[in-house]
């Protein structure tokens, strides 16, 4: 019902959305620093002093939020942030999206291994969902082999990896395509220690940005990390709880190489997929400063009504081409993004369905499963 109703929505409607949820973050960061002044107005001794501003600044730490820093501390938490992406080959070229950088082309070993063992894996998983004959189980190592688990979660995990895989070839695709011309921008920003993006935006929209777009970068920066140890942890936690694995030789020896070639792609896919949901957050981020500052910068001029031709002229044309800029982003990645949705939509009410609702017998089965849809 959710998803149906944001794809009638138009798009004035979807940055009303947008817009209301960013404001509402604004006053939750405004309440806490006024509730943090006000603690600092009380008669603390000078232990209790030290221990409140300890305790703010590990929040702030926690959160990512660059409170009193340099912009210098925004720029190294977007480098971090495109580092890593790059590294799980959600971009070969992160925020340098530039026909100059895509000229030399490299064969990427990595990337082509994600490719070889996803479509092995998801032969597998068919093959595991589809047959109940125990000596196939035996050989394809199956996680659950000798239990009375039903294939839930095979099937879970075989939809899960098709998924992953597709949005990560099309998110490949639009990089070549072109389609990610705005990632540009940050790059841009990045060169010139956003002084650009200062002139651009009126001063109450760049300090929102500039915390948000802090905020996001190190919260995923710090997420991949955590995603390549809890994907690992799900994927094999049924194997190692497996009695089976420790008494039957031929069966260790087959669901560990299984178990390689299942758990190399869900750690990329899952982390390019978290990367990508990322990257479309600091997108529209931008998109909407802008829009945020170009009516700002309207309402100034219809009062003040100083140099009124100039800026006039200035404001049609940077709409005009902010309204381009939309439209060409709009037309290149709402299917993708579409997708994108449907996916966490789906795979979300799927390990809900397999981890709460379906008969299963095993607990760890069942907590892996909803934790799976949960997230």
């Avoid at 977007?78 to 030399?104: D, H, I, M, P």
């Avoid at 869900?266 to 949901?277: A, D, E, P, R, W």
């Amino acid at each position: 019902m959710l998803l149906t109703y944001l794809v009638g929505l138009s798009r004035i409607q979807l940055k009303l959305i947008i817009f209301i949820y960013l404001t509402a973050f604004n006053k939750i960061i405004l309440l806490i620093e006024i509730n943090a002044m006000e603690l600092t107005c009380f008669k603390f001794n000078s232990s209790s002093k030290k221990a409140l501003l300890l305790l703010k600044q590990i929040i702030y730490n926690i959160v990512g939020y660059p409170k009193d820093q340099p912009l210098q501390s925004t720029i190294e938490a977007l480098s971090v942030f495109e580092k890593r992406t790059k590294w799980f080959r959600c971009l070969n070229y992160g925020f340098v999206q530039s026909k100059q950088a895509k000229s030399s082309v490299k064969f990427d070993y990595i990337s082509w291994a994600i490719r070889v063992t996803a479509v092995i894996s998801i032969i597998r998983g068919l093959a595991l969902a589809s047959t109940n004959n125990s000596w196939y189980h035996l050989i394809l190592g199956d996680p659950l082999f000798g239990t009375n688990v039903l294939p839930y979660a095979s099937l879970f995990i075989t939809i899960w990896l098709i998924n992953i895989y597709i949005i990560f070839e099309w998110f490949r695709w639009a990089e070549r395509s072109g389609s990610l011309f705005m990632l540009y921008d940050f790059h841009q920003c990045r060169l010139d220690n956003f002084n650009s993006l200062q002139n651009e935006l009126t001063a109450s929209s760049f300090a929102t940005f500039r915390t948000l777009t802090h905020i996001i970068s190190i919260f995923f920066s710090r997420f991949l990390v955590w995603g390549i140890f809890m994907i690992t942890l799900l994927i094999n936690g049924p194997l190692l709880s497996n009695p089976f694995y420790y008494h039957n030789y031929v069966f260790t020896i087959t669901s560990s190489l299984w178990s390689i070639s299942l758990t190399f792609p869900m750690v990329y896919l899952f982390n390019c997929i978290s990367c990508i949901g990322g990257y479309f957050i600091l997108i529209s981020l931008l998109m909407l400063v802008r829009y945020k500052s170009l009516v700002k910068k309207g309402s100034i001029v219809k009062v003040t009504a100083s140099n009124a031709n100039v800026d006039i002229s200035y404001l049609v044309s940077r709409t005009i081409s902010l309204g381009n800029e939309t439209d060409a982003l709009s037309r290149s990645l709402k299917y993708l993004i579409l997708h994108y949705i449907m996916f966490i939509s789906m795979v979300g009410d799927l390990g809900i369905f397999f981890g709460i609702i379906a008969p299963t017998e095993s607990i760890l089965i069942r907590y892996i499963l909803s934790s799976l849809g949960f997230l």
